[in-house]
T-cell receptor, first 117, second 110 residues
């Protein structure tokens, strides 16, 4: 099982970012995918989960309206888009297999998103 | 502020045992059996160590064990080793289709 994430990005306040997570080594549609972020020196924050079977999503309440999670079954890739970025969105963003009651048993390497003017 | 409360830090000497607690404010830990523990070394992605309160994924040392009593889950590491020094996070499914993480505990091996 391997989750390969896209590279680091620097964004200006107010911009949007889209992070990708390419899954391999297992049946993509058998597991959901979650996104978790970690601000510098801080703990883990759950952002949301997407079903790879029907694209059902559940988002953290604080991110509702700013985050969209999608999947592309043909390429076994998941995406997380975050809009209206602010400085407090500066963090390492992780995708992880699992969620919705299932443990996060495999994680991507993380993608550093820096929001700075 | 996290709704799952963990001690900020714990420490122990090699060979000793330590326990990290995780207490749920809203009853999430007590109600659901979906409690997981993750280990994170500096600059690395988290690693699943315990799931469903007591189960260890394949490849995780049996020195790691999990338990739950009421609204508090615990991670115990026995026969402490230097490589166990890391941050540890508990996590609980809340039942309204969301997940909570604890604030994290820094384990120092003296």
């Amino acid at each position: 099982v391997h989750l390969e994430q896209s590279g680091a990005e620097v964004k200006k306040p107010g911009a949007s970012v889209k992070v990708s997570c390419k899954a391999s080594g297992y049946m993509f549609r058998n597991y959901g995918l979650s996104w978790v972020r970690q601000a510098p020196g801080q703990g883990l924050e759950w952002m949301g989960w997407i079903s790879t079977q029907n694209d059902k999503t559940n988002y953290a309440q604080k991110l509702q309206g700013r985050v969209t999670m999608t999947t592309e079954t043909s390429t076994t890739t998941a995406y997380m888009e975050l809009r209206s970025l602010g400085s407090d969105d500066t963090a390492v963003y992780y995708c992880a297999r699992g969620g919705y009651g299932d443990p996060l048993d495999h994680w991507g390497q993380g993608t550093l998103i820096t929001v700075s003017s | 502020q996290s709704a799952l409360t963990q001690p900020a830090s714990v420490s122990g000497s090699p060979g000793q045992s330590i326990t990290i607690s995780c207490t749920g404010v809203s009853g999430a830990v007590g109600t659901y059996g979906y409690v997981s523990w993750y280990q994170q070394h500096p600059g690395k992605a988290p690693k699943l160590m315990i799931y469903d309160v007591t189960y260890r994924p394949s490849g995780v040392s049996d020195r790691f064990s999990g338990s739950k009593s009421g609204n508090t889950a615990s991670l115990t590491i026995s026969r402490l080793q230097a490589e166990d020094e890391a941050d540890y996070y508990c996590s609980s499914y809340t039942g309204d289709s969301t997940v909570l993480f604890g604030g994290g505990t820094k384990l120092t091996v003296l």
